[in-house]
C-alpha cells in the first residue's frame, strides 16, 4: 500500500476548550495534522444559516423526559457535520481522521498503524458499529480517494441545508451518519465497521480503545471514562 497522507479534524468552541478539550491538545501525540474548527472564531457560512432557521426548535418532550433530548436537537450537532463535510470537500489528502474534542490521548500511533486497523482501499469511511443502536460518531474516518466520499458528504451536508434531517425519526448526528452511510450502502458501496456490533461505549472496546480514551457524556468531568483501558 501506498504512503498514506492523513490529516486529523475535531471541533470546539473556546468554552468547551477550558472545560476539556484542553486535554485534546495536551494529550495529542498522533504524528498527523491537526485542524480545528473553532465555532466562535469561523463559523462557516452554511451552518449559520442552518443555525439561525433552526434555533428555535425545541427537543421533543418526550425525550427531553427521559434525558434524551439530544436525539432531536439538531442544532446542538449541526457545527460537527458542517466541519467534517467542509474538510472532506476541502482537503487534499488521502484519509480524514474526525475525532471528537473531548477525546484523551495515551499511545502513540501511525500510519501503519491506520492502514492495519482502520484504512481500507474498498471503504468509503471505517466507523464505529453497534447493531440496531446508533454507531459511535466519535469517531470516524473517510477514505478521500474512494469514488463515493464526496458524494457522501455532500449528500450530509444536503439534508441540513434544506433541513431535511426534521424529516427523520432523530436528529442528532450519529443518527444522520448512520442514515446516509445505510442509503450508499444500499447501493453497494462498501464501508469498515471496527464496532464490536454492541451498545454502549463502543469506542473503549474496540482498538481504538487501545490507544486513546473517548471521555463522552459526564466521563468528559473526570477527564477519564471507567471503561478505559488505556
Not at 428555535?56 to 463535510?85: C, M, N, W
Amino acid at each position: 500500500m501506498a504512503t498514506l497522507n492523513i490529516k486529523v479534524i475535531t471541533t470546539w468552541n473556546n468554552n468547551l476548550f477550558k472545560a476539556y478539550a484542553y486535554r485534546f491538545k495536551d494529550t495529542y501525540n498522533w504524528p498527523f495534522e491537526v485542524i480545528v474548527y473553532n465555532e466562535d472564531d469561523s463559523i462557516l457560512p452554511d451552518l449559520k444559516s442552518f443555525i439561525e432557521r433552526n434555533k428555535h426548535r425545541q427537543p421533543i418532550s418526550d425525550f427531553k423526559e427521559k434525558g434524551l433530548d439530544f436525539i432531536t436537537d439538531g442544532v446542538r450537532f449541526s457545527y460537527k457535520v458542517y466541519a467534517y463535510t467542509h474538510a472532506i470537500t476541502t482537503q487534499q489528502v488521502d484519509g480524514l481522521i474526525c475525532i471528537d474534542a473531548d477525546s484523551v490521548f495515551h499511545k502513540e500511533i501511525d500510519e501503519e498503524w491506520i492502514k492495519k486497523h482502520i484504512h481500507r482501499d474498498d471503504s468509503m469511511m471505517t466507523y464505529l458499529g453497534r447493531g440496531n443502536h446508533y454507531s459511535e460518531c466519535g469517531f470516524l474516518y473517510f477514505n478521500l480517494n474512494h469514488k463515493d466520499t464526496i458524494s457522501y458528504a455532500n449528500r450530509m451536508k444536503s439534508l441540513y441545508d434544506t433541513d431535511g434531517i426534521y424529516n427523520l425519526k432523530e436528529q442528532h448526528d450519529s443518527y444522520i451518519w448512520d442514515y446516509v452511510r445505510k442509503e450508499f450502502e444500499n447501493r453497494g458501496t462498501k464501508n469498515h465497521n471496527i464496532g464490536d456490533g454492541k451498545p454502549g461505549h463502543v469506542q473503549a472496546r474496540s482498538i481504538l480503545g487501545e490507544v486513546y480514551d473517548h471521555t463522552k457524556g459526564p466521563r468528559k468531568l473526570k477527564g477519564r471514562s471507567p471503561e478505559a483501558r488505556v
